[in-house]
């Protein structure tokens, strides 16, 4: 699992991607999707087993088909059609499918036959209906919330949140324990549910960009373009050079921002203040200037199907190098005070190791993946427009530990510190939304790296409207991850070990 | 005469003790958020947060039996029987005879003992985790604590912290091995105790992670407010007893009347001042430990303690 080289743009002849390859193709663009019969599906699925390098990154549905998409290490999405109400599942061989057969199975109320697990996942039970994206939802009767069995005599469970002492999204947790020693952690989310899909069904693309740019908000630059390009995508048509390297300076600003935040939040979890507060200061520093370039801290609905909706400030360059600057000089102390602090150490190496076994079979992108030997980096794997013109790291360790988090992050934050002076030195002049044909119809894949990993957009246009929509937030694969992590640490470090993944929950809500 | 400026002096040590308490609180976090570059809490926010809640009717759970009722005046009875013992500004108080240092340790792990049934009352995780991390740190903080004993015995002459705070005083020992060794010892086991960093995050909201506040989840109210101010006292037991036997200047005898109280009671509050400073800076500078990094550091204190013990007794010829 060394991740995708770049440039490499092989097809991945395995048997199971033989089997998709020889399937109807449908007009989705850049790539196809191959309908695959039942019959297809399950030699599909049976064939992963001897295709470990086919990698599953998420599934969805509509009201008639599911779909998942796999990297070959070309994106190549595999649909079925729902028979009855029911579908081959794909968690037996791949695991990370699981939480997406629970999502589908929620929203759509099409059932994984096969599937590990049936337990719902979104739905608590407190739904006005059942299957709320289903052709016919029905009226719903309340549903039990089952936990999985205790595993061992004398273990004891720790429930937490969704209600938290601090401020942070809603996620519940439930801790197994034995003593201090984690015997299971399971997370079970859906307190955020948006009901995004649905409200962005029926809508112009420019309408429900403002939905995909909300779900996960520390995000939105990266939802925004994934779900932009998703629609240029299924259009035919491309943002302007301008608009497209504003993108990049938005994107970059905001993985700067964040993963400040993130390196913050570790220090915050073991209490050491004062790197907190110094890394809390150049965040800050970093969302004013992209207020002052973007009119926004967060540059929420600066990037939109087509383009941008506004230029650059004219002092906005300026500003951002100035916090570039900032940033950079004291980025070295930060990063020595954080490798230098014994105690530091003490506390985040060899804590929380994603097993390398975890990763190969969830291939987590983002930071998680990095850090423990999975290179893939959407940037560079799959290069989309600034990107393929500029020249940028990627940063990749090997052991998986909340130490190599954290310096997978630093060495991320200068990276983009470059990139962000490039972008800016060489922008191009021109218009900054590309007029998007009123009545267009199409389908369309669109990605792209957001500071936890690579954001994916599918969306299907029908007479100019959104007929049906996914986003894929990293973090689906990254919460098996944070259990997996957790597990044979310490209790206390659980905080710890949260905030290093830092999933998003309202990402995973939808 | 002397016996009525005992008690006049006990009674003003009682007064200052819970006036003081929960002033090195506010200035603790108030110097921290300055440290970090925050503005920080006004320095008197702990009087209004147990202003508030004193006011507040207390919620119990639904499981809770007495001893949710019980326990936080046990605790902090407890607590405040420490302080009372421990002297501030001048000895010989009225209860200088009972300023024992076996009484002291005693009643601070009464205290800790009914924080701990607080926290298990209502059933619920999180006080499970804080009374079982509280217990485990007691384990190994015990046997230090009595080597600390045992090594001012030897210096002192007796455990009775009184006597040994004054012979400290007026016997111009001065700098020595093992006295040094059993104050590193003292204060290494005061950092766990009081509940400070590197054992413990006193301003965390991370539950999970919590030891001194996942026993306080569960409670609230006058309960609450009596179990913060119980926690409150106890840094300053610590404080006080370190200034008391490590740095045993400008202690004023009870019956030496007010000018020799003034004098004591500035002394006091230089020590208090100072050490909280030294507190502050060692906060800023470590990381949280992992909490099974803490019975190790706690193994640290006893083995100073007991290599004091060690020194006297080879001093003394003893062995």
Known sequence: MRGAPSGDSKMSDGPASALIHEAEAVLCRPWPRYVLTAAAWDAMRAALAEEPGLVFQGSWADTEQVHA????????????????????????????????????????????????????????????????????????????????????????QIPVGPIHGGITEPGHFRITADGEQVVRLEARLGYAHKGTLLLMRGKTP?????????????????????????????????????????????????????????LGAICGSVAYAVLQGALQRLREAVLRAAHQAFGHRLMMDLVVPGGVAGDLAPDGAAAILAAVEQVAAELPGVSRACT??????????????????????????????????????ARRALPYPPYEALAFGVPVLHEGDVDARVRVRMAEIGESLGLLRALLAALPDGPLLATLPASGSG????????????????????????????????SWLHWPMLEAAATGDLVADIPLIGASVNGSCSGVDL | MNALAAALALVLHAALMLAAAPTLAGLLRTGRARLVGRAGPPLLQPWRDLDRLVRKQPVVAEHASFVTQGAPYACFAATAAAALLVPSFALGMLDAAASDLFVLFGLLALARVALAFAALDAGTAFGGIGASRTGLFAIFAEPALMLVALSVALIAGGTNLDHAAAALHEGGLGLSVPLGLAAVATAVVGLVEAGRLPADGPAGHLELAMVHGAALLELSGPHLALLELAGQLRLLVWFGLLAALFLPFGLAPAEAGPVAWIV???????KIAALTGVLLLVEAAVAKMRVFRVPEFLGIAILLALLAVVVLFLGQGAV
């Open chain 2, 264 to 270: 004591g009671l500035v002394a006091w509050a230089a």
């Open chain 1, 206 to 262: 420019r309408a429900a960009s403002r939905f995909a740019a909300r779900l996960s908000g520390d995000s939105t630059v990266a939802h925004a373009v994934a779900f932009a390009r998703a629609v240029e995508a299924a259009l035919g048509v491309a943002a302007p050079p301008r608009a497209a390297a504003l993108r990049g300076v938005a994107a970059e600003l905001e993985r700067i921002a964040n993963h400040l935040g993130d």
């Open chain 1, 69 to 156: 998409l796999f990297l070959a290490p070309e994106p190549l999405v595999a649909s079925v059609f729902v028979e009855r109400g029911l579908y081959g599942a794909l968690s037996p061989w791949r695991p990370g499918a699981a939480l997406f057969e629970r999502m589908i199975a929620d929203l759509w109320g099409h059932r994984a036959a096969d599937a590990l697990d049936h337990r719902p996942w979104l739905d608590h039970g407190r739904w006005p209906v059942l299957h709320p994206m289903s052709a016919r939802p029905v009226p719903n009767a309340a549903q039990p919330e089952p936990w999985e069995p205790l595993p061992a005599e004398g273990a004891h």
């Open chain 1, 340 to 377: 230098k602090s014994a105690s530091l150490a003490d506390r985040v190496t060899g804590t929380g190791v994603t097993p390398p076994e975890a990763v190969a079979r969830f291939a987590p992108g983002g930071v998680v993946g990095r850090a423990a030997g999975r290179s893939f980096d």
């Open chain 1, 443 to 474: 389908e369309g894949l669109g990605w792209a790296e957001g500071f936890r990993g690579d954001v994916w957009h599918w969306v299907r246009l029908d007479g100019g409207v959104i007929a049906a929509a996914f986003a894929r937030d990293p």
